[in-house]
């Protein structure tokens, strides 16, 4: 089992930043990949910025150039630094991960409310 603890959020006007955090505990191997996701009311869950342990992220085109995910695998915390926020970003962020590239499972997050406001 694995348990993830997000924290951050908000709210924000146009432009401004906020900074998503997210702790990972439980079985977790050393291949794993992080990330966040995102929802709005209606629509299907949307993947934002993924990281996997040794490789490069990857990144939603929407956002790319004003978000950035980062991790620490010692602590296996992902984190979520948003810049220049547009309204079109207010959704749920949920935190994910794959604790161990063989297995099929994903574990998330209880989501945290990002509201952009214009």
């Known amino acids: 089992q694995v348990q993830l603890v997000e924290s951050g959020g908000g709210v924000v006007q146009a432009g401004g930043s906020l900074r998503l955090s997210c702790a990972a505990s439980?079985?977790?191997?050393?291949?794993?990949?992080m990330g966040w996701y995102r929802q709005v009311p209606g629509k299907q869950r949307e993947l934002v910025a993924t990281?996997?342990?040794?490789?490069?992220?990857g990144y939603a085109r929407s956002v790319l150039g004003r978000f950035t995910i980062s991790r620490d695998n010692a602590k296996n915390t992902v984190l979520l630094q948003m810049n220049s926020l547009k309204p079109e970003d207010s959704a749920v962020y949920y935190c994910?991960?794959?604790?161990?590239?063989?297995?099929?499972?994903?574990?998330w997050g209880q989501g945290t409310q990002v509201t952009v406001s214009s």
């Open positions: 994910y991960i794959h604790p161990d590239w063989s297995l099929g499972s994903d574990y």
């Open positions: 439980g079985s977790i191997t050393s291949r794993n990949t």
């Open positions: 990281f996997p342990a040794g490789g490069a992220a």
